[in-house]
């Protein structure tokens, strides 16, 4: 249930019509909240938040040629899934994330390995994953990832 396109606006206007609201609504708040440094682009068949090359030269070490993934949001078959890496990374953002949830949503948390789901649009927390974009900056996200994910930038022991 992919929305087809090949840029962030024909992905936008593609999501089917009983998410297309929710979907826009959610896109509109990350980018609002997105720090200095990331952009919105095509990433992995959805809409991705990422460190583009000018920023960050290397590119994502899985795939050099695609910036370095932050965040994303994406239409699938039975939700829209907002994925987060910083949540994933950061030990201390992940508890505040999980604590915080169930002030900001009647839905109970679902969040599998790399996203969190939401099987009904009007339980989208637009405030809390507002505030979450605002906490790691596109520079403490590279430290975060080269310190953790890049196999190129560890130090060796």
């Known amino acids: 249930m992919k929305a087809p396109g090949k840029t962030v606006k024909e992905i936008l206007a593609n999501i089917p019509e009983e998410r297309h ?4 609504k959610l896109h509109n ?3 609002k909240n997105l720090p200095k440094g990331f952009e919105a682009a095509i990433s992995y068949g959805g809409l991705g938040y990422v460190v583009p090359h000018k920023l960050y030269p290397a590119g994502y070490h899985c795939k050099p040629t695609e910036p370095l993934p ?4 994406a239409s699938q078959k039975g939700s829209i899934n907002f994925y987060h890496m910083g949540i994933y990374a950061d030990p201390k953002l992940l508890k505040w994330f999980v604590s915080e949830f169930p002030k ?3 839905q109970k948390l679902d969040m599998g390995k790399s996203c ?10 637009y405030k809390l994953i507002g505030e979450l974009m605002k906490k790691m900056s596109a520079k403490d996200w590279i430290g975060m990832y080269e310190a953790n994910y890049n196999p190129k930038s560890r130090k060796k022991k």
Do not use: L
Request: charged share 30%; net charge positive.
């Open 70 to 73: 932050f965040a994303g949001i």
């Open 116 to 125: 969190v789901r939401f099987k009904k649009p009007e339980d989208i927390p």
């Open 104 to 106: 900001h949503s009647k």
């Open 21 to 24: 609201e929710a979907f826009n």
């Open 29 to 31: 708040v990350i980018v």
